[in-house]
């Protein structure tokens, strides 16, 4: 049976972390969080990130995922050595406030936009190399590094090419799918869920219009929900339900956590 927790990308409600979002976050039904690398860049003094630590000691709460930034300067793909060994750098540095909140699971993206596509076996290669060198502090934090499907002609745009990076590799990686960056082929999500199994690790929830990312909410897009519980259920997921989506910046804070919450209830209802 699928067990589904609520999850979100914190962004998909507010940019920053700051006081009152803190306290809605632990006032509601959300149990899982992942963070990215500017959630924090206001707090110059670490009491908010204190705060937030132990608020999810006393809630219960997990963060589950930190999501590495996907600039030039931080693509571990990189045909340009001096730039891997940089994004190499900035990996670490990062590493450092993901083991603070013990994260789990850090999402990586395969590459930036654009690839040059006569040079997609470098690009590989050279994400092989990275993962092959970050192996060992992954592991000795408890880690896990997993890799985000990705549009267009990013590295990563297909399932079986994002199983060729993970080949080989161990269960210190897997993989993120976001459902919502697989263009045209939105049919075959519940194929390409069985496709990864026991590889996926995490997801990124939205839907779209079948064409390009819109990350808005289920159910106002394509994607077939009950196909893809059932295509979860299947594989005896038990990782995040993360939503990543965006919500009017129109309406207040609380209403944004509201609407997220609303939407998972439907969901739910759907299993």
């Known amino acids: 049976m699928l067990e589904l927790k609520l999850g979100i990308s914190i962004s998909s409600v507010e940019s920053r972390m700051h006081w009152r979002l803190m306290e809605l976050l632990a006032k509601s039904s959300i149990k899982t969080f992942e963070l990215n690398a500017s959630m924090f860049c206001d707090d110059y003094d670490g009491a908010l990130r204190e705060a ?3 608020m999810l000691a006393e809630s219960g709460k997990r963060v589950v995922s930190f999501h590495i930034p996907f600039s030039a300067q ?6 340009d050595e001096s730039m891997r060994l940089r994004a190499l750098s900035r990996f670490r ?4 406030e993901a083991a603070f909140f013990q994260a789990e699971l850090l999402v990586l993206h395969p590459s930036t936009e654009p690839v040059d596509q006569s040079r997609r076996s470098e690009h590989q290669a050279q994400l092989s190399r990275s993962m092959q060198e970050l192996e060992g502090e992954i592991k000795l934090a408890g880690m896990r590094l997993v890799l985000e499907n990705l549009p267009r002609l990013c590295m990563g745009n297909t399932i079986p090419e994002l ?5 080989g590799k161990g269960t210190t990686y ?9 263009m ?5 999500l519940p194929d390409l869920v069985r496709q990864l199994g026991q590889q996926l690790y995490t ?3 939205s839907d779209y219009d079948g064409i390009d990312e819109k990350h808005w909410l289920p159910g106002k897009g394509v994607i077939d929900w009950g196909k893809f519980l059932r295509a979860l259920a299947d594989i005896k997921y038990q990782g995040p339900f ?9 309406m207040d804070l609380a209403e944004r956590i509201a609407e997220i919450e609303s939407n998972f209830a439907w969901i739910k209802s759907l299993c």
């Open 52 to 54: 937030f630590r132990r």
């Open 74 to 79: 931080d693509d571990l793909s990189s045909t």
């Open 93 to 96: 540095a990062l590493f450092k």
């Open 163 to 167: 199983q060729s990076m993970l080949a």
């Open 174 to 182: 897997g993989a993120c799918l976001d459902v919502n960056h697989l």
């Open 184 to 188: 045209d082929q939105y049919q075959l």
């Open 203 to 205: 997801l990124h929830i």
């Open 242 to 250: 993360n939503y990543e989506v965006k919500i009017n910046q129109d």
